[in-house]
């Protein structure tokens, strides 16, 4: 019976990775690739280390800078050029200022992710 036991115990903890459970070294490598595809992203849509810093606060920032510095030999390498980010929150304010109604578009009130994405695009444009 003691054998029956410990056999099933051994299967239970054979099989802990089909449960899901991951280890602390498959976190870490996750981490690490996500800062490294973040960094990346910022430095195709030509963005400064900084702001990427700043826009992803929670992401590794020696992966963020691993992944902005290999995009950047890349893209010197293969003579590739900045893809420079369109805000689709950004269109329809640029089109009611020249309408003149510039002034009712910044007054209407602002909500969550598309206000800060407008007020950036306005602060890159000045």
């Known amino acids: 019976m003691k ?9 239970l903890v054979a099989g802990c990775d089909m449960l ?8 870490a ?13 910022c430095r195709h849509a030509g963005r400064a280390i900084e702001d990427c810093y700043a826009l992803n606060k929670k992401a590794d920032r020696a992966a963020v800078f691993a992944g902005w510095r290999e995009m950047n030999d890349y893209m010197r ?8 980010p369109q805000l689709a929150g950004a269109a329809p304010a640029a089109k009611a200022s020249e309408d003149g ?26």
């Open 29 to 41: 490598a996750s981490r690490e690739a996500d800062g490294k595809a973040i960094g990346g992203a």
């Open 77 to 84: 390498e293969n003579k590739i050029d900045e893809v420079h």
């Open 3 to 11: 054998k029956h036991l410990a056999l099933l115990l051994l299967l």
């Open 101 to 126: 109604d510039g002034e009712r578009a910044e007054k209407a009130p602002a909500k969550g992710r598309e206000a800060k994405a407008r007020d950036k695009a306005k602060a890159h444009e000045s």
């Open 20 to 27: 899901g459970i991951e280890s602390p070294e498959k976190v």
